[in-house]
């Protein structure tokens, strides 16, 4: 599959007990079905041809000789299949018994994998020798295979199809390779749900990789115990896909290889040398199946909102109040307009002077209307300050822009750069000597998504003297005041719902008959695609041409392919260009896993070049 998506699938099949070429039969139906799905790589479970429990069996020569017979059924039948297949059976060699997985690719296999230190369920360590040698040569089905352990499976035309083999839950290595495949058989009890999702969602986020765990199947169950074949695709720590208990099937779901890549070379770690086994995979584009969430900063689950919100806020109150004790703080001063950012901002000071346990008043909350100032705007952000019983301060700056565009010379009537950006200044400006009569610490309002974009004026509301937004994105703010909202009563919700359906402005021309006339979003573009654009292209490293595809997979019937396009080229062109005003912007506090701070977190030279990007567009 083209962008870097490896079609993936875990096939739970009707396992037979002790019945290798039935089970064979089954497998191959299920390859053929795979097949015709597109996937390129597909696991079955652990001893998938003999089934598990079988004890003694294992060492009988007759189960071992069909087990045989029945793979070279399987080799015959993957012949021009394009696909990475693994199949679990029990395999002899120099007179012990390895519970193994076979890796096979085009009528070929590749490689026999042995499990080491097998497990005491199942008494798997009564039946099967633990294996830790060294790699070696030996034959099966008349042909000569690798067998062992340190063993990494490379799709030829692409380096970051990469595939290592585990068995069970644990993992045996941490390996270098982009995708685990774990052959499993645990048995169902309570609690183990739980269990296996954490530890599979632990070792894929630590070893940034995909897991598909592929586990035994209620055929299996007998004597004392259950199996439900729960199985598990995850990619990076979240889970992609999951089958229903006691069902049989394939799970399938598309895995980012290049995502995952992405994330292991940022983390900079020294990998295990191991021995690199070709293989062919069918790598036609397909058409995209995985889901992907429009507002991938905002959690999807009601209740982890109001959770996350919450935490937010309490983040952002506690590096405030931090930083106010330090500086020596006697007051906090920031701007408050009426709009999303500053109502935050307004709401992150407020907790911030409550864990302080000092009065409230110490928070001095300047409203500056100018000549795009609406009533609207206007009244609701004094309704705010008022709710949450801040000190207000009302000072209108019409006068002195006015007078400062005179001094400059700067043409009557001219609604350009200069017009608007003489006021973001002033309210600086302001915002800083108040500050400085009265010992405060200014607090910047502005976020991540405008940061990402450049979207503030150059020393302006670009500055000041703590952002304690400037790692959240838009969409998330929205989420945040609205939870926020839910949890207010009286005046303070009624405020906050308003502003929640105000248009995002800066309000720095003149209003339509005191109707907001400059909206944000006609002029750099739709929030929620801004920050889906800005979450894959610095947290999944996505290319241009990738973020293209997947926008038009997850936006489409909301915008169209004409509107993403002439977004994702704003995005590039602002992104790239604005860099020098995050080279220099001020200390913020970071809240999730994405920050644009040049200290420490992403960062890039001011003087890259768009070319690149938008020619990959």
């Given at each position: 599959m083209d962008f870097g998506f490896v079609k993936s699938g875990v096939f739970i099949p009707k396992t037979n007990i002790c019945a290798p070429i039935k089970n064979a039969k089954n497998i191959i139906n299920a390859i053929t079905e795979a097949n015709e799905k597109g996937i390129e790589l597909l696991s079955f479970p652990e001893l998938s041809l003999t089934g598990v429990n079988l004890n003694d069996l294992y060492f009988n020569n007759g189960l071992l000789d069909e087990s045989l017979c029945a793979l070279n059924e399987i080799v015959i039948a993957t012949k021009n299949i394009k696909m990475l297949v693994v199949v679990g059976m029990p395999f002899k060699k120099d007179n012990l018994v390895y519970n193994t997985a076979v890796v096979i690719n085009d009528g070929k296999i590749l490689a026999v994998v042995p499990e080491t230190n097998p497990s005491s369920i199942s008494l798997k360590n009564k039946y099967f020798a633990n294996f830790n040698g060294e790699n070696e040569v030996i034959e099966i089905l008349g042909k000569k295979v690798v067998f062992g352990t340190n063993l990494i499976f490379n799709e030829k035309t692409n380096q970051n199809f990469t595939t290592s083999i585990s068995f069970g839950v644990k993992v045996d290595n941490l390996t270098n390779s982009n995708i685990s495949v774990n052959l499993s058989s645990e048995p169902e009890w309570v609690g183990k749900e739980e269990y296996i999702k954490t530890c599979l969602s632990a070792f894929s986020k630590s070893n940034n990789s995909a897991v598909l765990f592929a586990n035994a199947g209620s055929g299996e169950t007998g004597t004392d115990l259950v199996y439900s074949g729960r199985s598990y695709i995850y990619e990076n720590g979240k889970l992609l896909s999951e089958n229903i208990p006691f069902n049989f099937g394939l799970i399938q779901t598309e895995i980012d290889i290049d995502y995952l890549s992405y994330k292991k070379s940022k983390a900079e770690r020294?990998?295990?040398?191991?021995?690199?086994?070709?293989?062919?995979?069918?790598?036609?584009?397909?058409?995209l199946e995985r889901k992907y969430s429009k507002t991938p900063f905002v959690p999807q689950d009601e209740n982890e909102k109001s959770k996350r919100a919450d935490l937010i806020l309490d983040i952002q109150a506690e590096g405030l109040k931090n930083r106010f004790i330090r500086s020596y703080s006697k007051t906090l001063v920031m701007g408050l307009s009426g709009g999303l950012d500053s109502t935050l901002a307004l709401l992150v000071c407020h907790r911030a002077i409550k864990k302080l346990n000092i009065s409230t008043k110490s928070i001095t909350a300047i409203t500056m209307p100018c000549f795009g100032t609406t009533s609207r705007t206007l009244d609701n952000s004094i309704t705010l300050a008022k709710a949450l019983g801040v000190t207000l301060k009302k000072i209108d700056i019409s006068k002195s822009v006015t007078r400062h565009l005179k001094d400059i010379k700067h043409q009557q009537g001219a609604l350009d750069i200069a017009f608007e950006n003489a006021q973001a200044r002033e309210r600086t400006q302001i915002l800083m000597d108040v500050a400085n009569m009265e010992g405060g610490l200014v607090v910047g309002t502005g976020d991540l998504s405008e940061v990402a974009l450049g979207w503030s004026t150059y020393n302006g509301d670009h500055m000041s003297m703590f952002a304690v937004n400037s790692s959240l994105p838009k969409t998330l703010i929205r989420e945040v005041v609205n939870q926020y909202a839910v949890k207010s009563r009286g005046k303070l919700k009624a405020v906050l719902l308003d502003i929640l359906g105000t248009p995002v402005s800066p309000e720095l021309l003149p209003p339509d008959k005191d109707t907001i006339a400059q909206k944000t979003e006609d002029i750099v573009g739709p929030y929620d695609l801004h920050d889906f654009f800005l979450y894959h292209f610095i947290s999944r490293g996505a290319s241009p041409k990738k973020l293209k595809y997947i926008a038009y997979?997850?936006?489409?019937?909301?915008?169209?392919?004409?509107?993403?396009?002439?977004?994702?080229?704003?995005?590039?062109?602002?992104?790239?260009?604005?860099?020098?005003?995050?080279?220099?912007?001020?200390?913020?506090?970071?809240?999730?896993?994405?920050?644009?701070?040049?200290?420490?977190?992403?960062?890039?030279?001011?003087?890259?070049?768009?070319?690149?990007?938008?020619?990959?567009?």
């Open positions: 020294i990998a295990n040398k191991q021995e690199v086994v070709y293989f062919s995979a069918n790598r036609n584009e397909q058409s997979h997850t936006f489409n019937g909301l915008y169209s392919k004409e509107t993403i396009d002439k977004w994702l080229k704003k995005f590039f062109t602002r992104f790239i260009t604005q860099q020098f005003k995050r080279s220099c912007s001020p200390e913020g506090i970071k809240t999730g896993s994405i920050s644009l701070s040049p200290r420490g977190e992403f960062n890039m030279p001011a003087d890259t070049l768009t070319e690149m990007w938008l020619k990959d567009l």
